[in-house]
């Protein structure tokens, strides 16, 4: 498919392999922030390419693993009502609440189901008037503006039978709460493509500045990993803090402004909690009050904080780019994405679940 | 879940937010909505996310990156 094998070409990602290393003096820790970066690097074998001194280390930029148990407690809550038609994104389905997950609710006779995309829940409300049809609207500036129509088109067509259970994140409020934080090991980032898409460029140069780190815009094959990878070690190496953008055939400078317009129509900036990073200023999106009657918090009550459980899952580690996978004791044996303890191995993006479906038998050989 | 995949427009209808369009993904054609890229035309390759268009793609700048390329491995082979 054009656009996108060209970018998977063997002999371009030698050849940006090969530049990479040339460039490499000193050791380096590069962040890629996106969950689905983490994936193709894990899926085409990107890290084992590079040098020894280059490590990755895996950010939180996975919206299902970032949202809160509040959240998935509320879904589930919701979805076992028998009024309601409770629709989400597939991958929602497995995330642990404190009691138990949305496939459970579905075994039990809930009226759950997946969608391709939030306009798809919209016209499943017109066609069930006598039913509550909750959309359960997480993601990141990406999913955003698609969460913004959908609650666009409900509100000037009058689908009053259709409400957001909102769990939007904001990508910069996390790399400076990442790059803030004393245990660091971040000295540069790959910024996620798609929200750069939607948001434009204008965040990470100033991120840049502040915390003296190059942020990268970087795509989601292997030639555009390899490539931004490559301009993050040189701006590293020579020592230059800057954004640089290295995904330009889809981000532009101001990102898209038609989509930015209706986002800033319906959402405002809000205070979220992250699993794993807890609450983060200005770090989310919430429905402004001209749109609060969309709300399902309001419908149905507000989503409330529960006590966690104690667990060996070092998922919060994982998610700040502290710890590897590997470093957890329960990885592969007690937690595998069959029985999953935590996030970061339900989600295909999470990095334990990378590790686990590409690298099992690297893990075994080394044991 | 920032998964987007890009496809070529087939046709478009409709105008504001419900410009919808018929877009190819290698084969499989689905209905996109197409009202965050206005300026998207018939044969331009749009990136979608979740039903929605995001970007248009700039075909200028996907060649720069090969053209990147290319110099990359002039230098490689002169090394
Ligand atoms: S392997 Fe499982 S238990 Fe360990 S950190 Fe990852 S999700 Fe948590």
Request: proline share 6%; glycine share 10%; with cysteine.
């Given at each position: 498919?054009?656009?996108?094998?060209?970018?998977?070409?063997?002999?371009?990602?030698a050849?940006?392999?090969?530049?990479?290393?040339?460039?490499?003096?000193?050791?380096?820790?590069?962040?890629?922030?996106?969950?689905?970066?983490?994936?193709?690097?894990?899926?085409?074998?990107?890290?084992?390419?590079l040098?020894?001194?280059?490590?990755?280390?895996?950010g939180?930029?996975?919206?299902?693993?970032?949202?809160?148990?509040?959240?998935?407690?509320?879904?589930?809550?919701?979805?076992?009502?028998?009024?309601v038609?409770?629709?989400?994104?597939?991958?929602?389905?497995r995330?642990?609440?404190?009691?138990?997950?949305?496939?459970?609710?579905?075994?039990?006779?809930?009226?759950?189901?997946?969608?391709?995309?939030?306009?798809?829940?919209?016209?499943?409300?017109?066609?069930?008037?006598?039913?509550?049809?909750?959309?359960?609207?997480?993601?990141?500036?990406?999913?955003?503006?698609?969460?913004?129509?959908?609650?666009?088109?409900?509100?000037?067509?009058?689908v009053?039978?259709?409400?957001?259970?909102?769990?939007?994140?904001?990508?910069?409020?996390?790399?400076?709460?990442?790059?803030?934080?004393?245990?660091?090991?971040?000295?540069?980032?790959?910024?996620?493509?798609?929200?750069?898409t939607i948001?434009?460029?204008?965040?990470?140069?100033?991120?840049?500045?502040?915390?003296?780190?190059?942020?990268?815009?970087?795509g989601?094959?292997?030639?555009?990993?390899?490539?931004?990878?490559?301009a993050?070690?040189?701006?590293?190496?020579?020592?230059?803090?800057?954004?640089?953008?290295?995904?330009?055939?889809?981000?532009?400078?101001?990102?898209?402004?038609?989509?930015?317009?209706?986002?800033?129509?319906?959402?405002?900036?809000?205070?979220?909690?992250?699993?794993?990073?807890g609450?983060?200023?200005?770090?989310?999106?919430?429905?402004?009050?001209?749109?609060?009657?969309?709300?399902?918090?309001?419908r149905f009550?507000?989503?409330?904080?529960?006590?966690?459980?104690?667990?060996?899952?070092?998922?919060?580690?994982?998610?700040?780019?502290?710890?590897?996978?590997?470093?957890?004791?329960?990885?592969?044996?007690?937690?595998?994405?069959?029985?999953?303890?935590?996030?970061?191995?339900?989600?295909?993006?999470?990095?334990?679940?990378?590790?686990?479906?590409?690298?099992?038998?690297?893990r075994?050989?080394g044991? | 879940?920032?998964?987007?995949?890009?496809g070529?427009?087939?046709?478009?209808?409709?105008?504001?937010?419900?410009r919808?369009?018929?877009?190819?993904?290698?084969?499989?054609?689905?209905?996109?909505?197409?009202?965050?890229?206005?300026?998207?035309?018939?044969?331009?390759?749009?990136?979608?996310?979740?039903?929605?268009?995001?970007?248009?793609?700039?075909?200028?700048?996907?060649?720069?990156?090969?053209?990147?390329?290319?110099?990359?491995?002039?230098?490689?082979?002169?090394?």
């Amino acid at each position: 498919m054009k656009h996108v094998d060209e970018y998977r070409d063997a002999e371009a990602v030698a050849r940006l392999a090969g530049a990479i290393a040339a460039a490499t003096t000193r050791p380096w820790t590069i962040m890629e922030i996106c969950g689905g970066q983490t994936h193709a690097i894990m899926r085409f074998g990107l890290d084992q390419l590079l040098p020894r001194e280059i490590t990755l280390v895996h950010g939180p930029g996975c919206p299902v693993c970032v949202t809160p148990e509040a959240y998935i407690d509320k879904a589930l809550e919701i979805a076992a009502m028998p009024s309601v038609i409770f629709c989400s994104f597939g991958d929602m389905l497995r995330v642990p609440g404190a009691r138990g997950d949305l496939l459970g609710v579905k075994a039990r006779g809930g009226d759950i189901r997946i969608v391709y995309s939030p306009l798809d829940a919209v016209e499943i409300a017109r066609a069930n008037p006598g039913r509550e049809v909750v959309f359960f609207a997480v993601g990141f500036e990406t999913t955003a503006p698609a969460n913004a129509m959908a609650a666009h088109k409900a509100r000037s067509e009058g689908v009053k039978n259709f409400s957001l259970l909102v769990s939007q994140v904001l990508v910069p409020p996390a790399m400076e709460a990442l790059l803030s934080a004393p245990d660091t090991r971040v000295q540069g980032f790959l910024a996620a493509g798609h929200v750069c898409t939607i948001m434009g460029t204008e965040a990470y140069g100033p991120i840049a500045a502040r915390y003296r780190v190059p942020v990268v815009i970087t795509g989601f094959e292997p030639v555009d990993i390899l490539a931004g990878i490559l301009a993050c070690v040189q701006a590293l190496e020579e020592d230059r803090h800057e954004a640089i953008n290295m995904y330009a055939r889809m981000v532009r400078p101001e990102g898209n402004l038609p989509a930015r317009t209706l986002i800033d129509e319906v959402f405002e900036i809000a205070d979220r909690e992250w699993r794993g990073l807890g609450v983060l200023p200005s770090s989310g999106l919430a429905l402004r009050p001209a749109y609060s009657a969309l709300d399902a918090e309001r419908r149905f009550g507000a989503a409330e904080n529960a006590a966690t459980a104690p667990s060996i899952c070092i998922s919060g580690d994982i998610l700040r780019g502290v710890c590897s996978p590997l470093q957890c004791p329960a990885f592969g044996g007690a937690c595998t994405p069959e029985h999953p303890l935590g996030v970061t191995m339900v989600s295909s993006e999470g990095a334990c679940a990378a590790y686990y479906r590409y690298r099992g038998a690297t893990r075994l050989a080394g044991d | 879940m920032c998964l987007a995949v890009p496809g070529c427009i087939l046709s478009t209808s409709g105008e504001d937010f419900s410009r919808m369009g018929r877009v190819d993904f290698g084969g499989i054609v689905r209905q996109i909505n197409l009202a965050f890229t206005p300026e998207a035309r018939v044969g331009d390759y749009v990136l979608v996310h979740v039903g929605v268009a995001i970007a248009t793609i700039d075909e200028a700048e996907a060649e720069r990156v090969f053209a990147a390329l290319e110099s990359l491995g002039e230098a490689g082979g002169a090394a």
